[in-house]
């Protein structure tokens, strides 16, 4: 019986019967092919089970009535343990077919027919054991590539995160009075979307998008936005060009297309006074409109080329007056209440933490 060998060790089988010559005719059909133990005590089977794994366990038809510690015979069988998937096969004298669909409810995989005939038994006990083998097979190999499918997905992040950070220190390197705003407009922002009660995606989105939504800042050039004082209106016009720089650099990334919006919207108005489109209210995406609070928060709490940080009291008034103006009125009121939380003015110190690998690009 070779085909019992794709288990791929010796199988090892139990048989429980209801006297010695079903047990010594079931043992002489395996021979040496399989390690057969016979009982005729359903104690002694289960302790013996208590402390050996099974492949298979052949049960008499007229054991499955018993009752162990007022449990049935199989159901106490499958609390035994590493016998939870073991298969059980029912030998008789006799079948019908409300006797099969018996055999199939109490949780047997087959039956055999007594008398029993060696190639019979050796058909049905091979089929069991190789359609097992193949399902824990797949289901191992299965377990393993997802396992393995997962990994890589945490490093493609941690390499999608890690780049996006990369990119982000480099637009502010180009700015010395700017260090470190792009992260700290992107936490911002998530926090914003959080309080919102955005989902887990939406607030990883936002949090890139304010990565890099200043990456247009790469076209300008350094001796306008490094220039101590504020800027001639030509020169302003060249930095507000920042956002359709920013755009057309994104724009082409297929698998992020969200990413030009923060990019290309950031500085439009909620009423409509903004560039570079004018758009007004929810014309303008919601991930950009809550960049746009959290740029101005970090835009007036840092120190820039013209001036040094401003005080929270004159943030927060300045965020109010935006209301509605420059600001969703909904977006202000949460960085609002975020303002009114710091007492001790500490948000502007916070130190921005890249995504863990739970977080989805």
């Known amino acids: 019986m070779t085909d019992i060998l794709c288990v791929s060790h010796i199988p090892a ?131 393993y590539q997802v396992a393995l499918a997962e990994k890589r997905l945490a490093a493609s992040r941690r390499l999608f995160q890690e780049m996006v950070l990369a990119l982000a220190k480099t637009i502010d390197a180009k700015d010395r009075y700017t260090s470190g705003h792009s992260e700290r407009v992107a936490d911002y922002a998530r926090t914003i979307a959080e309080k919102a009660g955005e989902p887990q995606e939406i607030q990883d989105e936002i949090y890139y998008i304010g990565l890099v939504h200043d990456i247009g800042k790469i076209g300008i050039p350094k001796n306008i936005i490094n220039k101590p004082g504020r800027l001639t209106d030509d020169e302003y016009t060249v930095i507000q060009s920042h956002t359709v720089i920013g755009a057309s650099i994104l724009q082409n990334i297929d698998e992020v297309p969200w990413f030009a919006i923060g990019a290309h919207y ?55 007056k935006g209301r509605g103006q420059q600001f969703d009125p909904y977006y202000a009121d949460i960085m609002l209440s975020m303002i009114d939380e710091d007492v001790h003015y500490r948000l502007r110190e916070h130190t921005p933490i890249l995504l863990t690998s739970h977080h989805s690009a």
Request: net charge negative; proline share 4%; aromatic share 8%.
């Open 13 to 143: 089988f139990a048989i429980l019967g209801d006297n010695e010559r079903d047990l010594r005719q079931l043992q002489s059909i395996f021979l040496s092919e399989a390690t057969v133990v016979g009982f005729t005590k359903t104690s002694e089977l289960l302790d013996w089970l208590g402390d050996n794994d099974c492949d298979l366990l052949l049960l008499d038809f007229c054991r499955i009535n018993e009752q162990v510690e007022d449990q049935p015979l199989l159901k106490c069988v499958r609390q035994t343990r590493s016998m939870a998937r073991t298969p059980v096969i029912i030998f008789t004298e006799g079948i019908d077919a409300s006797m099969e669909q018996r055999f199939l409810r109490c949780g047997a995989k087959d039956y055999i027919l007594k008398p029993f005939y060696p190639d019979v038994v050796r058909r049905r006990v091979n089929h069991i054991l190789r359609y097992e083998y193949l399902h824990n097979h797949v289901t191992q190999e299965v377990s």
């Open 266 to 320: 950031h500085h439009e108005r909620y009423d409509g006074q903004g560039y570079p489109q004018g758009l007004k209210g929810e014309e303008i995406p919601k991930l950009a409109r809550i960049i746009a609070v959290a740029d101005a928060y970090d835009a007036m709490t840092s120190t820039r080329s013209y001036r040094s940080a401003l005080p929270q009291q004159t943030v927060r008034a300045e965020i109010l």
